[in-house]
């Protein structure tokens, strides 16, 4: 059964910086990282393909955030930088293995694994 356990959230101020983590069980997945405001729909952040060469990245985390993955420690990471208020949500973590290799998914029903979630607050 495949795991995904996420940590590293927390309170923040505005322009501060977390990074986020998640400790899988499987390794050579698709990963993604995906967050859900209040109100609002699960939404695409950032992803980086199985092979690791391909990240990609919503908009307007662009510049701010950092994807990667550490495969001999089978841990995604997310490294948030200048954050604001609109960045407050639960971050999820997510893998697939049906998404070819240099491909990423950027919606939520590309991926079969999810974690449980972490949140992060950013106050103004």
């Known amino acids: 059964q495949v795991q995904l356990i996420e940590s590293g959230g927390g309170l923040v101020q505005a322009g501060g910086s977390l990074r986020l983590s998640c400790a899988a069980s499987?390794?050579?997945?698709?990963m993604g990282w995906f967050r859900q405001a209040p109100g609002k729909a699960r939404g695409f952040v950032a992803g980086i393909s199985a092979s690791g060469v391909s990240t990609l990245y919503e908009d307007s985390v662009k510049g701010r955030f950092t994807v990667s993955r550490d495969s001999a420690k089978n841990t995604l990471y997310l490294q948030m930088n200048n954050l604001g208020p609109e960045d407050t949500a639960i971050y999820y973590c997510?893998?697939?293995?049906?998404?070819?290799?240099?491909?990423?998914?950027?919606?939520?029903?590309?991926?079969?694994?999810w974690g449980q979630g972490t949140q992060v607050t950013v106050s103004s």
């Open positions: 997510a893998a697939s293995a049906k998404i070819s290799r240099n491909a990423i998914g950027v919606i939520a029903r590309n991926y079969e694994h």
């Open positions: 499987i390794n050579n997945y698709a």
